[in-house]
């Protein structure tokens, strides 16, 4: 379980990133935040594993408060955090595998790291992993010889293998194109309710956000201002959100795009490419 009560963050310009926000995340649930640029939505989820530091509020993860661990309690909190970021970020000259074992950093001495001596526990469950993500026969290849979807797969792995409970997801599809991003957030969703893991998606994909979140929160200016089902995000509160707009002709090619990509789905499930 993961709890934000009025969560704030202020800047030394004055600028205020994020508004009060407060919010209870369910073990097993898909939320989706969307909202315009600068909203504040990479702040809130790097403020839940205090990449950055929350300027108020509270950050409660089983009950326990984040925002006053300590170094040393942090780095263990943080193992259940795994967290999955927008430009992947691999290390280019290690192969896929290294990438993924990465994600063990945190459970074992620095020496054994440092050499990457990991236990044989945990080679098997890269493996296992890499081939959920359909990267079995890549293993040995390096990340930077990997596609966008690839790599992006890779930093799933890599998050999974943290054994987490929660994942952060900062803007999984940005660099995708729309067949391979639709998959990638395919991939979170299948994943999340096979371990029961809670996430949250930063996505600017209006489209993609129904298709594959549970629950949506909208952001504006640092502001919750719609929390709620995947199937509510009407014109009126789509303008709250982001601003006058046609939003009814938007929705209309909203509608008949997830509906491509449920034929489409359907398709590439029976084709076995995810």
């Not at 982001?242 to 002709?249: A, N, Q, V």
């Amino acid at each position: 379980m993961l709890e934000l009560q009025d969560l704030s963050k202020k800047y030394n310009t004055g600028d205020e990133a994020l508004k009060g926000v407060s919010l209870s995340i369910p073990k097993g649930q898909v939320l989706a935040l969307i909202g315009p640029s600068g909203a504040g939505k990479s702040t809130l989820i790097r403020c839940i594993n205090r990449l950055i530091e929350p300027t108020s509020g509270k950050v409660l993860h089983n009950g326990e408060d984040v925002t006053l661990m300590n170094s040393r309690r942090l780095r263990k909190t943080r193992r259940k955090m795994g967290m999955i970021f927008q430009e992947y970020a691999l290390v280019e000259r290690l192969t896929v595998m290294e990438n993924v074992l990465s994600g063990r950093l945190g459970y074992v001495g620095f020496w054994r790291s440092y050499f990457r001596k990991f236990p044989q526990a945990d080679f098997k469950e890269a493996f296992r992993l890499l081939a959920r993500v359909g990267l079995e026969e890549m293993a040995d290849k390096r990340a930077d010889e990997l596609s966008g979807g690839q790599r992006q797969r890779v930093g799933i792995a890599r998050a999974l293998i943290q054994n987490p409970e929660i994942l952060l997801v900062d803007e999984p599809t940005a660099s995708l194109d729309p067949k391979t991003s639709r998959q990638i957030m395919r991939l979170i969703t299948e994943l999340c309710e096979e371990q029961q893991l809670a996430a949250i998606i930063n996505i600017h994909d209006v489209g993609l956000a129904e298709m594959f979140a549970q629950r949506i929160v909208g952001l504006q200016k640092g502001a919750t201002v719609y929390d709620g089902p995947n199937n509510g995000l009407n014109p009126e509160v789509l303008t709250k959100i982001y601003g006058e707009e046609d939003w009814t002709k938007k929705k209309k090619g909203t509608q008949n795009e997830d509906s491509e990509a449920t034929s489409g789905s359907e398709k590439e499930m029976m084709e076995g490419i995810v």
